[in-house]
């Protein structure tokens, strides 16, 4: 049989939200099932990748052959990435939330603070534009932007700003969020392809056969 096109390959995925802590009962997150990313490690798993999937908290099974790593906030999140470097490809596919709150040890007790209690916002760390300055940048970086409106736009700006060679850009004005269909642009160096909408596990074998390319 041929050789598997991404064998002796390590991909580095990132998916699910964070969960960043107010109190020990609360928290701040973005939504996210996690579905894409974890079709996506998959996805490269069956091409012969060995695959490192860092994930927030979500309720999905952990797809075969794939090595997963369970986070909480970004900063665990970040954490763990350099820790699974260095990695042939990345593609951060996770809502990673963009602040986090000064959290209490203590729950906090209604009423307490004569109103609500004020949280004072921290900005997190971008994973992302991390990786895209990093020396130890993987050879392939993609990265994700759920838009609701001028989508391929948005996604190219991003594309200059983080560091990426990919974005890939889903318009969330439907109802991608949490479904399971999605419906991507890919934007590179080289222009804009618009994918028709289709299953995440399909748009997840698309990608996964256009990175075996590219690293072939
Ligand atoms: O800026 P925005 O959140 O829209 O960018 C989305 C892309 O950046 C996704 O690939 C996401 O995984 C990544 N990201 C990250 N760390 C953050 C925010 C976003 O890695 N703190």
Not at 63 to 79: L, S
Not at 151 to 164: E, N, P, Q, T, W
Not at 166 to 185: L, R
């Amino acid at each position: 049989a041929a050789p598997a096109p991404l064998a002796g390959k390590h991909a580095l995925v990132t998916a699910g939200p964070t969960h960043e802590p107010i109190d020990p009962v609360r928290y701040i997150a973005n939504r996210s099932s996690g579905r894409q990313g974890f079709a996506i490690a998959g996805a490269l798993a069956r091409l012969g990748a060995k695959v490192t999937l860092v994930t927030g908290p979500v309720s999905l099974d952990t797809p075969r052959g794939v090595t997963r790593i369970d986070v909480q906030t970004a900063r665990e999140m970040e954490a763990a990435v350099n820790e699974a470097l260095p990695a042939d490809v990345a593609i951060l596919v996770a809502a990673v939330a963009d602040w986090r709150a000064e959290s209490s040890p203590r729950k906090i007790k209604k009423g307490e603070t004569g109103g609500p209690p004020e949280l004072q916002l921290v900005e997190n760390p971008d994973i992302l534009a991390g990786l895209g300055g990093s020396d130890r940048r993987p050879g392939l970086l993609i990265g994700f932007a759920a838009e609701t409106d001028k989508v391929v736009g948005h996604a190219r700006a991003k594309l200059d700003r983080k560091g990426c060679d990919w974005i890939v850009a889903n318009d969330v004005s439907g109802d991608v969020m949490g479904g399971t269909e999605n419906s991507i642009h890919l934007i590179t160096a080289a222009g804009v392809e618009s994918w028709d909408q289709m299953p995440k596990s399909e748009v997840a074998r698309k990608l996964a056969e256009r990175i075996a390319e590219t690293l072939a």
